[in-house]
């Protein structure tokens, strides 16, 4: 009879315990247009600050929530830049243009992105060949220098 007592409570204890985790876990918490502005324009001010992580964290909850605001898309973009995360910024302003071509502000800060990125790029090949030619030119005295045969 304590068996069944003690079964009895350990089954009803999972039971609860699994319908308490899926009935959380299934309900995802919406956030109404009011709360996503003031998180658009809580992570305007922290950018004004300089304070990109904390912008990008309020944008991304934007995002995340109305995957179509073209606004927090175009913002992250400029964040992830400032960031120097300058694929994840190149991805997002492309997202942006798709969300609202007609917008101004996007067009811009993309055509300015884009003048920027293209001159990094050519600075980082440019790093690059400096770095090859001085490990080519490494290699070659190497093989040049003289062997000690004798230990004299």
Not at 6 to 11: A, K, N, P, S, W
Request: with cysteine; glycine share 6%; aromatic share 10%.
């Amino acid at each position: 009879m304590k068996a069944k007592a003690v079964f009895t409570l350990v089954l009803g204890v999972v039971l609860l315990a699994w319908g308490c985790g899926s009935s959380t876990a299934k309900k995802k918490p919406r956030l109404d247009r009011a709360i996503l502005g003031e998180e658009l324009e809580f992570g305007r001010k922290a950018a004004e600050f300089d304070l990109w992580q904390e912008a990008i964290f309020r944008w991304e909850k934007v995002k995340a929530a109305d995957p179509g605001n073209h606004q927090a898309t175009n913002n992250l973009a400029v964040a992830y830049e400032s960031v120097g995360d300058y694929q994840r910024a190149l991805d997002l302003y492309k997202e942006a243009l798709e969300l609202d071509e007609d917008s101004a502000d996007i067009r811009k800060n993309y055509k300015r992105f884009l003048s920027f990125y293209k001159r990094h790029q050519q600075q980082l090949a440019r790093e690059r060949r400096i770095k090859a030619r001085k490990a080519a030119e490494s290699s070659v005295e190497s093989q040049e220098a003289p062997v000690d045969e004798g230990g004299q």
